[in-house]
């Protein structure tokens, strides 16, 4: 068996979703989960990009300690510098340099000649090298290259230092026997390829992430590039947890395997979806809501036989637990601390305690708490950001009437301290509420979408709402949970603004 490293870029090209933004918090809990998972290598960000991007991948460079933490750098002094000040101090840094080598890209894009291109590839490489003794390259639209020109431009950035060569389906184009034998190619014309690890990396334009990843590896790379639940620009990324499943299930027929603790895959995928705010399709294989579930007769017959008639995965596989009662009204301090350990949380005493004390709010309204509502309870606590300035909720009432348009009265606390009310009506509660949120704050507000889901089962199960919206003409996503679907509501409309309000601040 090969072992093929998982290099996830969730937190770079995934956040690259349209509206996808997460705060510093939100990035660091799910670098922490993608380490619990056993990846080889994570890409925490692009710090050039932004101040917000530098901060979150410091804080996770300084946090983690198993995987290799990687930044993005665009091919000039300026992005390396900053992507390794920003990774300097992780146990295991690696600088991720990328230029674009398709003829399309260096003429009408970066407006350089191949020359050029190897050039700058070449003298950005060995910048990187002065700093960084693990450097990945990428060949930014490679499919799309010319192979001979691929040969030539690779064996220099070697020669020059890089201990990773990537080679992106950036736009998704490529098929599983052309990509493969691109990786076929470069590993037969590329005189020094051997010194280095080769990579994949897969967009999902056609549906063929995934089937081009394998034929990557099935033609000598060593490293697969994808995201959780396959999210990221466009029709995202190649799904990790699909290669890594696929690979452990067909082991009879593939030849590899990866270091993925495939049990925590369930619980790293529902807390991306959470995160971003992106719904993980209930078909999707391996994580989605349906993936494990038999709705024919003929199909529930068999397996009550004999499971293996039409399960090839156990949920137990991917870590997807039936929802049994954990805790409920007389459960300790004590046990709940041995709940969320055994969940992966290990909190100081303080939020321990707020934890608790959360636990034993949602006791006296909820007869049977589960490990999903204590999960929600972790995150808020984990994820915890009142105490910056922002717009917080004092209360709120909604008038409904089947005769009447509904009317909301709300109070909020401006990031200035200030205490604000008002009072509007809507076609339906939740835009009155939402009509009274907008003429309190002073951002320009468009919803974009809406969606509200049930978090367990059951009549007293929590309500969740994503919501998607332009703020200010910055596109943001929210998420609020609460055992009410209004109060649901209204937080994720204020968790949204507030990520754009502390971006500003
Ligand atoms: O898709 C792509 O080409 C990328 C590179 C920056 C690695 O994400
Ligand atoms: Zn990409």
């Known amino acids: 068996m090969t072992k093929i490293k998982i290099f996830d870029t969730t937190l770079r090209d995934g956040e690259q979703s349209p509206g996808v933004n997460l705060n510093q918090l939100e990035k660091l809990e799910i670098a922490k989960q993608l380490e619990r998972l056993g990846v080889d290598v994570m890409e925490a960000g692009f710090p050039a990009s932004s101040q917000g991007d530098f901060d979150a991948v410091e804080k996770i460079a300084q946090t983690i300690t198993k995987s290799t933490v990687t930044a993005l750098a665009r091919a000039n002094k300026k992005d390396i510098d900053r992507a390794w000040e920003a990774i300097k101090d992780a146990a295991k840094p690696r600088i991720h340099v990328f230029i674009a080598t398709s003829p399309i890209h260096m003429k009408d894009k970066l407006k350089k000649t191949p020359e050029e291109v190897i050039d700058i590839a070449v003298s950005m490489v060995q910048y990187a090298k002065t700093k960084c003794a693990d450097v990945e390259w990428s060949a930014e639209d490679a499919s799309r290259s ?77 490293q697969v590039e994808g995201t959780i639940n396959g999210i990221g620009e466009r029709a995202g990324n190649a799904a990790l947890e699909e290669l890594a499943v696929a690979l452990e299930i067909r082991k009879d027929f593939y030849p590899f395997t ?111 708490v589960t490990d999903d509502d204590l999960f929600v309870i972790l995150m808020d606590i984990q994820t915890d950001v009142t105490n910056r300035k922002q717009y917080q909720l004092k209360s709120f009432q909604v008038h409904y009437d089947s005769n009447l348009s509904p009317t909301a009265t709300v109070a909020l606390i401006t990031p200035t301290g200030e205490e604000v009310d008002d009072a509007k009506t809507g076609s339906g509660s939740v835009e009155a509420l939402y009509n009274t949120i907008e003429s309190l704050i002073e951002e320009s507000i468009q919803l974009t979408d809406f969606t509200l889901s049930s978090i367990g089962k059951g009549k007293d199960a929590l309500a969740e709402v994503h919501v998607s919206m332009n703020v200010n003409q910055h596109a943001v996503s929210g998420r609020g949970t609460a055992q009410d679907v209004l109060e649901a509501a209204a937080t994720a409309f204020l968790n949204a603004v507030n990520r754009v309000f502390i971006n500003k601040e």
């Open 258 to 368: 990866t270091q993925l603790v495939l049990n925590e895959i369930k619980r790293t995928s529902d807390l991306i979806s959470k995160f971003t705010g992106m719904v993980v399709p209930g078909n999707k294989a391996i994580v989605g809501r349906n993936a494990f579930a038999h709705e024919s007769g003929i199909h529930q017959d068999g397996v009550l036989k004999n499971a293996q008639t039409y399960e090839i995965i156990t949920p137990e596989l991917v870590g997807v637990q039936s929802n049994n009662l954990v805790l409920g009204k007389h459960s300790g301090r004590h046990a709940f601390k041995d709940k969320i350990t055994q969940l992966g949380f290990h909190l100081s005493d303080d939020k321990l305690s707020e934890a608790f004390q959360s636990f034993k709010q949602l006791t006296d309204r909820k007869k049977e």
């Open 146 to 222: 010319d192979l001979d020109y691929l040969v030539t431009i690779i064996e220099k950035v070697i020669d020059a230092g890089a201990t990773v060569i990537n080679l992106p389906d950036t736009v998704g184009y490529t098929t599983p026997k052309e990509y493969g034998e691109m990786f076929k190619y470069i590993k037969a014309h590329v005189s020094n390829i051997d010194r280095v690890d080769l990579s994949t990396h897969c967009h999902d334009d056609l549906g063929m992430a995934l089937a081009n990843s394998i034929a990557g590896i099935q033609n000598g790379a060593t």
